[in-house]
């Protein structure tokens, strides 16, 4: 897409299960109105089941008009039970990313005629 995109902060510290809500920003820099859907990554691998989003603009389609700037939201915690886990004791830190991919959905009106 032809989107800036990046968080508003690089890293954050957060306590294990506890909610965090974390700020991305996206700028369209087309002339054009373009929308994306994102799909999510998270490493390491092991630390992926214990990441658990409540809430995300990745849920949902974003579209944005020509130089459009949008905060987007993340809402997450890590579940405690990784700390427990005898395969993600090496873990310290876990990392989440984007990647925004063209969505080409169109949104459908439908004509309705007059009633008579």
Known sequence: LPWEFGPQRVSTKVRLGENHLAHYRARNL?????????????????????????????????????GQVADMGVSFFVDPAIATDPETKDVTAVTLSYTFFPDKTE?????VAPAR
């Open 107 to 111: 949104t459908k009106t439908a004509a």
């Open 30 to 66: 087309s002339d054009e109105a373009v929308a994306g859907t994102a799909t999510f990554n998270v490493t390491p691998a092991k630390a992926a089941q214990y990441f658990m989003k409540v809430q995300c603009f990745c849920f949902t389609r974003q579209e944005l008009k020509p």
